[in-house]
């Protein structure tokens, strides 16, 4: 078969950038809708299966520090905590931090439907199985530049990410691993960086635009 390349898609082709943002929103829609699904199924909101989830992948937190770390408002958080109060999924005791705030601890059943809301973004993995190790990796660097633009912008919350962390040391060394994480005094790749730490420690604003500026800036 002759073929032979028509202009027609070069002038009726929307810029990269925009097709990535569709399909983001498309992604974005299906985890929304697999989250409300199975939170359903569980007897749960959404909100209150990520507060188990985040309180069975952190340990006990605040009120306060949910909402920093879920990036959902205190009183949304309030209400969830209550109704799980109610249903006997945590429980409260003294922050001996914050003499006025309350540690939040699941209870065994709470841990339970903590654990299996943390799976329930799985079937992202299912679909991302077919990228190459590559495309993954590639895929994986463009999140990072992403959330850590979106967490500049106050979009999301900046927790979690070793770019934005004290013990972040970047491009300190050539090779395979060229980062380095002061907490546990380790060698760090690209593709090993954390978007979740739980030892992450939020590196003052000036600190944050030093490290990305030196991130971008390989050894
Ligand atoms: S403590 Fe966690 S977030 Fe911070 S640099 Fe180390 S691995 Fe990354």
Redesign the pocket.
């Known amino acids: 078969m002759t073929s032979k390349r028509l202009p027609y898609f070069d002038e009726n082709t929307e810029p990269l950038s925009s097709r990535i943002v569709t399909g983001l929103h498309k992604i974005g829609l299906a985890m929304k809708q697999q989250a409300w699904q199975q939170a359903n199924e569980e007897g749960l909101s959404a909100t209150q299966g990520q507060i188990l989830a985040a309180l069975v992948a952190h340990g006990p937190l605040t009120g306060s520090e949910l909402s920093e770390r879920l990036g959902v408002t205190l009183p949304t958080i309030s209400d969830s905590v209550r109704v799980l109060g109610e249903k006997k999924l945590l429980t409260k005791s003294p922050d001996p931090r914050h003499p006025r705030a309350s540690l939040l601890t699941p209870t065994e059943k709470g841990a339970t439907l903590g654990a299996r809301a943390r799976s329930w973004p799985e079937f992202m993995a299912t679909a991302l199985k077919d990228l190459a190790p590559e495309e993954q990796r590639a895929f994986f660097s463009g999140v990072v530049k992403m959330i850590r633009t979106l967490q500049e912008q106050g979009l999301v919350p900046v927790s979690?990410?070793?770019v934005t962390?004290t013990?972040?040391r970047p491009n300190v060394r050539e090779g395979a691993s060229p980062h380095h994480?002061?907490?546990?005094d380790a060698p760090?790749a690209n593709d090993q960086?954390?978007l979740d730490?739980p030892?992450?420690?939020r590196a003052a604003e000036a600190a944050r635009g030093d490290l990305w500026e030196q991130f971008m800036r390989p050894a």
């Open positions: 979690g990410m070793c962390c013990h972040f994480c002061a907490f546990v760090l960086l954390r730490c030892e992450h420690e």
